[in-house]
Structure formats: C-alpha cells, structure tokens
DNA sequence: CAATAGATCATCT
DNA sequence: GATGATCTATTGC
C-alpha cells in the first residue's frame, strides 16, 4: 500500500476535499474500505455544520490543523466520522458516507451481524464507522501517521462523480454538497 | 415497496 | 430540556 496522503491534501476548500476523497482507502487496524460517498460541510455560512456557531469543546479540532479525523456521537447510537479541511482556523470538514469493504470483511461482518450482505456492510455513516472499528477515541487523530489512515486508490481508475444535496438534515437542505461515485453499488441509498 | 416509530445520550440553550 | 450529519424493525398499502 502507498503512503498516506500528505498533510497539502487535506488543505484546501471542503468541496474540493469532498471529490478528492472519492475512490480513495481509508484503513483503520486490519480492515479497509474505498470512499464511494462523502458530504462537504462548511463552517461558518452552512447552518447545517456543527461548527457554524464557532469553538466550542466538541467542535475544537474543526478549527485545528487539517488532516485530522472529527468523530462525533450522533442520536445518542451512532458515531460519524469526519475529515478535517481548510487552513487552520477554518472549520471546514467532509463526512465520510459510504465505504465499498476490501479487506478485513470477515472481521466487519461480525462487529455488523445485522447486514444481509457485502453492500449493507458500510454503506451509511453510522455503519462504516462500526465496521472498521472506529469510535470517539479516534476522534482528532491524525490520518498523515495512522493507525487510522487514508490513502490514494491502489491503481489509477477514472471515475464519474455524482452530487446532490445532502441526507438528513434540515438546514441548507438544497445545497448541492453530497458527492459519490456514480453507478457505484455501495452507496448509501 | 413506502412510511414511521423507537432506541438513546452528548451537546448546547 | 430539546435536539439531532442514523439505523433497524415493523406496520400499512
């Protein structure tokens, strides 16, 4: 495998680290998926984004260094994981939606025993996390040193990018910030 | 198939 | 004290 990303990756607009994500591996331990969804939330302007209001104490590493990972508990159940972006000081960030398993499923569909099959294994924000094993204490790691790392696509591949708003909130809910990779079977539905 | 309810808690008002 | 960047099971056509 290539090495990770290098910090400059992370260090430019939401946006454009949203569509960069897309095809790419992000590893955690001995599992490992391919980005197929991510959503690109803005900070200040985008009322949907927990850093719209500023620092608070859940949303510090927004505003840190970029290349760091934000996970968060969502609905008192569910952990989402997040890539940080943008300069420091500037809290933009990119939900991870949906991951195509590579290696480590067996061990994934133990920590998922609900999934039917491969697709249902980490096709949603709250279900990748659980399958690579990722919770709150990865919160503000580092994805340049690992164990939690993100890395180009093992061989270069052309793939067509599809966008549309973003699922499940309610603020700025028309804003064109989900990007996946179209035709893609791991995709969230 | 689509719609909905329930689980459950850290964070912010 | 209200509110979610969700998922699953269940109900109703």
Redesign the pocket.
């Known amino acids: 495998m290539s090495a990770p990303f290098p910090r400059a990756f992370y260090n430019r607009p939401a946006t454009d680290v949203a569509r960069a994500l897309l095809g790419t591996v992000l590893v955690h331990g001995t599992t490992s998926g391919r980005i197929v969804e991510t959503?690109a939330?803005l900070g200040l302007q985008?009322r949907?984004?927990?850093?719209w209001?500023g620092i608070?104490?859940?949303?510090r590493v927004?505003f840190g260094e970029p290349g760091h990972a934000?996970v968060?508990?969502?609905?008192?159940?569910?952990e989402?994981?997040?890539v940080v972006a943008e300069p420091e000081g500037s809290p933009g960030?990119?939900?991870i939606?949906?991951l195509e398993p590579l290696e480590g499923i067996s061990r994934m569909k133990r920590r998922?025993p609900?999934?039917r099959g491969i697709e249902?294994l980490?096709?949603?924000?709250?279900?990748?996390?659980?399958a690579l094993g990722i919770t709150?204490r990865e919160?503000g790691a580092d994805f340049t040193r690992g164990p939690l790392t993100i890395h180009p696509p093992a061989s270069p591949e052309k793939i067509e990018i599809g966008v549309s708003p973003?699922?499940?909130?309610?603020?700025c809910a028309d804003w064109p910030l989900r990007f996946f990779i179209q035709g893609n079977r791991f995709v969230?539905r």
């Open positions: 959503e939330y985008d949907a984004a927990h850093s209001r608070t104490p859940r949303t927004m934000y968060y508990l969502i609905y008192g159940m569910y989402c994981l997040n960030c990119v939900l939606r949906a998922r609900g999934a249902d980490a096709n949603g924000p709250g279900k990748l996390t659980l709150r919160n973003r699922i499940g909130i309610k603020h969230s």
